[in-house]
């Protein structure tokens, strides 16, 4: 990393059924905690990391978001500006695996991502520590395949394969924002979830 090169912000945001852990995942990765009190997401949450990936510091910006009907209206704000999408599932729930479908759609259509054939996703099986698996990484790999994500699967509780996703996910996050951001501007803005067109500025989330 070159002296005095600034941080690049990348919005990462997590998307997935009610109760696969990604608010476990988000909090294993960043805080290096994991609770068995389960609490569903109320809306939104994020927390912050930085590392290094080749010569350039990234910040991750990580997004939680609630994995329920009653809070998929706050999609259309919060999805736009992301760089790269974590879609999770329980490999112990097939029907959060079959969800992920739905919610990458969404997210498609919601978030407005300049490039939506080759918007990068990420999917992460987690619960592997669990004996009662539903969905076979064989399974997990031809669906990945067939939309061209990343597919990587851990656990959570057993701090397991929680790391590499993530790291994944700037490599690729900062893949796209050069490819639309610095090229376009030769510098680094988040939207913060504003209609295109409209005037854009840093964000100070």
């Known amino acids: 990393m070159s002296e005095g090169k600034p941080a690049v912000t990348l919005k990462i945001i ?5 109760g696969v852990g990604k608010s476990s995942i988000m909090n294993r990765y960043v805080n290096l905690r994991f609770t068995n009190m389960y609490r569903a997401t109320i809306g939104t949450d994020f927390l912050s990391k930085s590392v290094l990936i080749n ?12 994995g329920t009907e009653r809070f998929q209206s706050l999609g259309t704000p919060l999805y736009r500006g992301s760089h790269c999408c974590l879609l999770v599932f329980d ?4 029907a959060s695996f079959g969800a992920l479908d739905a919610w990458r759609k969404e997210f498609l259509v919601q978030g407005e991502p300049l490039d939506l054939a080759d918007f990068p996703f990420i999917v992460l099986g987690n619960k592997t520590d669990l004996s009662n698996r539903e969905v076979s990484r064989k399974k997990a790999l031809q669906w990945c ?33 050069k490819k639309h951001t610095l090229e376009n501007t030769g510098h680094f803005q988040i939207t913060c979830g504003q209609p295109r067109g409209s005037p854009r500025n840093t964000c100070e989330c």
């Open 91 to 94: 490999v112990t729930s097939s």
């Open 55 to 66: 010569r350039d510091l990234v910040t991750l910006q990580i997004w939680d978001t609630a």
């Open 145 to 177: 395949e067939e939309i061209g994500a990343d597919y990587f699967e851990g656990s959570a509780k057993e701090d397991v394969g929680t790391e590499k996703p993530f790291l994944r996910a700037a490599a690729r996050g900062l893949q796209e924002y």
């Open 14 to 18: 997590l998307l997935g059924n009610s």
